[in-house]
């Protein structure tokens, strides 16, 4: 039976919990702490995102192993461990404008060892304009030290799919395990997803391109505007998701261009949320118009669905760039200098991912992509499932051990 505890963070209103290591670190050794004090069996691990450094500490304290579960690919956990490096070599901060989208010459980052080459422009802007005295890159070096020192990295991938990052991890001495696909929880709406596949149903094969931007990413209303009447002018038909925080207060027709709703009304449905995984396995569905968070990418692998990448931040960009770089399974939407949506582009997507060639071949590729994935999942040929068992294994015999010094 597992226990589910809630521990306070100690933190004040408006403190970032991104560096706000003490408080917490606290709070949670002396949970544990205190478990053991009433006769209750200390845990055996501690498992850990890597930007929660402060974790190795406690585990060490408290004399357990400390796991880190990393939620996205290796390729981003890889580039993450390095960045330090990057600093130190002066290879960061860089130099230009941090507002531009793109940039005339890029840098080109060959100092990570077992990758390819590959463009800054991949990486946060908080992280390519930043000095090092800025805490997020102090934090790094946290996240760096603690790496070498975790029992083992857990990560939400695949190997079959990015072999070349894992095999660079493993030339680094992280013992890093492919533990993904993981399902994702899902919340059930049973009159959503009822309209929403009963709208598919009376669309035609591949013919719909599906939008969503996952439970984070949001977009301004200029943006909106701008995606909206690109969507318009594609003529293709859509399914829409636009979650109730992403327009606060305010109503579709406050939000979207005036008569938009009423002049696609017969190809195009707006909802606030869509059973994802079943919309992006529907026939109809051509395309999926994404953020790239990493589960999303991976939801549309499973299902051989060719994207349409937008990525706003985070490990989005290195995700783009495997789907429609390393994989060819997507088109990237072309972007303003500033990184904004403009209906054109907008428009130009859809249009190439739903009918050009380059959506073709994408489709292709994504249909092979999702064999490989099915694949691994095939009982008794599942990496993740063996890595996922042997963890298991591993912690219990040390719970064992611990329980009959």
């Known amino acids: 039976m597992i226990s589910v505890h809630v521990l306070e963070d100690g933190l004040e209103p408006g403190d970032n919990s ?37 974790t190795l500490e406690v585990a060490q304290r408290a004399g357990i192993p400390r796991v880190e579960f990393c939620a996205s690919n290796a390729m981003s956990y890889l580039v993450l461990i390095n960045l330090v490096h990057l600093y130190s070599e002066g290879i960061f901060p860089e130099k230009g404008s941090p507002t531009k989208w793109t940039t005339e010459n890029p840098v080109m980052l060959d100092h990570i060892p077992g990758l390819p080459p590959f463009r800054s422009e991949l990486l946060g802007r908080e992280i390519r304009f930043n000095d090092a005295s800025h805490p997020f890159v102090k934090l790094l070096t946290e996240i760096v030290s603690c790496s070498k020192h975790s029992e083992r990295v ?14 660079a991890l493993q030339i680094q001495g992280v013992k890093a395990f492919d533990v993904g696909p993981l399902p994702m929880p899902g919340k059930e709406e049973s009159s959503s ?50 979650r109730k925080d992403n327009r606060g207060e305010k109503e579709l027709p406050q939000i979207l261009p005036e008569g938009f709703l009423e002049r696609t009304k017969d190809r195009g449905l707006i909802i606030s949320w869509a059973p994802q995984v079943e ?19 991976f939801e549309s692998l499973q299902e051989g669905v060719p994207m349409l990448c937008c990525p706003r931040f985070s490990d989005q960009r290195i995700n783009c760039h495997y789907i429609c770089e390393q994989w060819n399974t997507g088109v990237e939407v072309m972007r303003t200098d500033t990184g904004g949506l403009e209906r054109s582009y907008v428009e130009a997507g859809v249009k190439a991912l739903l009918h050009g060639e380059e959506g073709l071949k994408a489709r292709h590729n994504a249909q092979r992509i999702m064999a490989i994935t099915k694949k691994s999942q095939k009982e008794g040929e599942r990496h993740s499932v063996a890595n996922l068992q042997r963890f298991y294994d591993d912690m219990r015999a040390l719970c064992c051990i611990s329980d009959n010094p």
């Open 18 to 54: 991104l560096f706000s290591n003490s408080t917490m670190k606290e709070s949670l050794f002396a949970f544990i702490h205190g478990e053991q004090e009433m006769g209750v069996s200390r845990p055996t691990c501690i498992v850990s995102e890597p930007f929660a450094p402060w």
């Open 193 to 242: 997803k009822a309209e929403c596949i009963s709208w598919l149903n009376s669309q035609g094969d591949h013919s719909v391109i599906y939008i969503a931007f996952g439970s984070v990413a949001t977009l301004s209303v200029e943006e909106m505007h701008e995606l909206a009447s690109g969507l318009e002018g594609s003529g293709c038909s859509f399914m829409w998701v636009i």
């Open 154 to 167: 857990l990560i939400n991938s695949v190997i079959k799919l990015e072999p070349m990052a894992f095999k």
């Open 279 to 297: 919309v992006l396995s529907h026939r109809a569905v051509g395309g999926f118009l994404s953020h790239c968070g990493w589960n999303s990418t």
